[in-house]
């Protein structure tokens, strides 16, 4: 059994032709700068489902089941919602918020609308939409704030929703291919909402992504903090050893990073052949590969099908 905790559903007309200009990882983070008039086109068009494709990539690669988020842009939630409707046996969903503004060029100076809008929000989607839980929250479009205290005190309108619901909710860490907030992928503040909020499960995507300088402290929140999770998506055998061994394996989760780009990646294997082949060469035990590829995914999620 693989359950993939992290994907980008949903592209764009413009990125039919990425497959041409995007075929490693540092293709793809170069992409918007390497080719500014595809990537400016994602932000007019209308978006378009691609679901089918992930299906078909998902049983080519043996992964059983997927939580699915939308990427950024002008992407929904309803509308990620409608490819979990199409595939309700292999996908469940995951709601963003403030992801339109995290393909655009500019954040909101003042964010407090989106701030103030987050709890209704999280209600729609785990009430109307049957999501499970929150993917890749890019704090930038709720808050403006440097100071950790204070980045917490813009979030309550969210945390609070979630800690109602109790759900996971996925912050990300280190870099992206959009553009501006790199500062907040630097995870030291999520120890604040960490510790605020003890119930709800918290998860570090991409455990600082194979930079020491945001990987140190991913460990030090993870080690002050039980309700911290991390997930594998960029990490390398090295940083997923160490993870293992200073915080367990019941703390990690396997996750992609599928998209409509990322899926182009094929150097120097396909994606999904580089993100397994991580687990290989960090020597996991058989417990450790069953907790990372479904049984944490399961617990936390509380997909009690197959949950025991
Ligand atoms: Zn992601």
Redesign the pocket.
Known sequence: MIIDT?I?VWSYPALADARDHIKSTKDLVSFRSRCPDLYDRTLTEDPIDNSDQLIADMDEFGIDRAFVQARPGSVTNDQVALSVERHPDRLYGLMRIGHDQEAAYEYLEDPAPVRDGAADEVAHCIEDLGMIGLG?IFIRAMTAEVDPEKIAKDLVPMMDAVNHYKVPVQF?TAWSQFPGGLFYGHPVWADEVAARYPDVPIIL?KMGRSLITYFEPCMAVGMRNENVYFDV?GTNADHLRQALDLLGSERIMFGS?W?ATWSCVREPAPLYTMRLKVLEDAGCTEEERENILWRNAARLFKLNDIAN
Do not use: L, N, Q
């Open positions: 992290h980008h890749e990300p995507t998506v990073d998209s």
